[in-house]
Each structure stands twice: as structure tokens, then as C-alpha cells.
């Protein structure tokens, strides 16, 4: 099956400092990558759509200047938490959208634990 | 507007009963359906899910769900559980144009000895 993972897993940093994550779809090329964040106990939030060669979609409440998001080639977009907070902390989950005839399918990347002290 | 609404929590289970996890969905489009397993600090890994066609559907590690469009259910099932199904359970409905998915608050199933 189709594979998507994220680096770092785990990633503890100060506050005021940036954090890059990175989401790869390692055996097939997705136009279109989703990012999800999860707090503790609770369900996952789409934070923003992110389409390969475009601008990302953000939803409302994402400070779109805070969590920049690229997606510059096929297999790879990338997240970045600027000036990270300690309330920023949380599990950051991506996916990224496999199109293949008539199904649609969402592969989840492991999740990237952001600890922001 | 797309909605999933688990309604429980958590479920306590003993090894090798059977058990149902319940998910109810609201679409103003037509729906694709999924269920997920979250196993600690890990991503999410799909059981199943439905596009169209039988309403049965059966999804690894022996999970099965059934679509009941008048009742708007997905519900998941499985008919013996083992210790290593303790996870979080999330149902999911296709979401905006983007092809995002909506999720349920998740389920926390414990099965126990």
C-alpha cells in the first residue's frame, strides 16, 4: 500500500524558535496534502489544504503567517511552526490525497509530536 | 455541512466479546465513509471504508462496518476482539472540495483479559 511519512517524529524546542516538518508520499505522487493537528484526547482538526505548485488553503482560525505550509514538488510538502509557543504543542498529522481511477483515497503520514517548551 | 458524530467515548470490552463501535454522519453530499485505528503515538492506519457498492463492508485485522443510509450509520463491528485492538477509533466522512476528511471525536476502545 501507499506509504506517507513525516521527520521528525518527535521534536522537543524552545519557545521563539522555528520547526520544520516535512510530509513525504514515498511510492506515488500526490497533488493535493492535508495537514491535521491533534490535541490530546481529541479528534483531528484540518489546519490546512496544501496543493502541489499553489498557495495552501488555510481553515478558519489558522494563522496562515504562523504555520506556513509548502508544497513544492509531488511527494513533498512541508510544514513550518514559526515562533513556536508552548501552546502550539500538539500532534501534527499529515496525509496525502492518492487519486487512482475512480477511488480517492487518504494515506496518514505517523504523526510528528511537537513539544515546544 | 458534513458532520461525524461518535457516540461513545470509550468501550470497555473482555478479550473475544464482540464489540460495536457507533458512528453517525450528516452529508448534504454523497458520502464516503472511513474508519481508522490510532494505536499510541502513532499516525492513523485505515480499517475500511466506503465509496459505494455493498453496504458490507470488511476491513482488515477483521473489522467489518455496515452503511445504513436511513439511519445515517457507519457503525463498526468486529465479533471477537483480542487485547492488541486497544486503540482510538476515529470515523470519518468525506469532507470540503479538497477532498479533506471530516472526523468523529474518536472512540477509545480497552479491551481487557
Known amino acids: 500500500g501507499a506509504v506517507v511519512s513525516q521527520h521528525p517524529s518527535r521534536v522537543i524546542c524552545k519557545s521563539g524558535t522555528s520547526v520544520k516538518i516535512e510530509c513525504r508520499s514515498l511510492d506515488f505522487q500526490a497533488t493535493t496534502m492535508f495537514w491535521y493537528r491533534q490535541f490530546p484526547k481529541q479528534s483531528l482538526m484540518l489546519m490546512a489544504t496544501s496543493n502541489e505548485g499553489s498557495k495552501a488553503t488555510y481553515e478558519q482560525g489558522v494563522e496562515k503567517d504562523k504555520f506556513l505550509i509548502n508544497h513544492a514538488s509531488l511527494t513533498l510538502s512541508t510544514l513550518t511552526v514559526t515562533s513556536a509557543h508552548p501552546e502550539d504543542s500538539s500532534f501534527y498529522i499529515c496525509?496525502?490525497?492518492?487519486?487512482?481511477?475512480?477511488?480517492?483515497?487518504?494515506?496518514f503520514g505517523p504523526g510528528t509530536r511537537l513539544t515546544v517548551l | 455541512a458534513q458532520s461525524v458524530t461518535q457516540l461513545d467515548s470509550q468501550v470497555p470490552v473482555f478479550e473475544e466479546a464482540p464489540v460495536e463501535l457507533r458512528c453517525n454522519y450528516s452529508?448534504?453530499?454523497?458520502?464516503?465513509l472511513f474508519w481508522y485505528v490510532q494505536y499510541p503515538n502513532q499516525g492513523l492506519q485505515l480499517l475500511l471504508k466506503?465509496?459505494?457498492?455493498?453496504?458490507l463492508v470488511k476491513g482488515i485485522n477483521g473489522f467489518e462496518a455496515e452503511f445504513n443510509k436511513s439511519q445515517t450509520s457507519f457503525h463498526l463491528r468486529k465479533p471477537s476482539v483480542h487485547i492488541s485492538d486497544t486503540a482510538e477509533y476515529f470515523c470519518a466522512v468525506n469532507g470540503g472540495s479538497q477532498g479533506n476528511l471530516i472526523f468523529g471525536k474518536g472512540t477509545k476502545l480497552s479491551v481487557k483479559p
Open positions: 496525509s496525502a490525497r492518492a487519486l487512482a481511477g475512480n477511488t480517492d483515497t487518504q494515506y
Open positions: 452529508s448534504s453530499v454523497s458520502v464516503y
Open positions: 466506503y465509496l459505494s457498492g455493498s453496504t
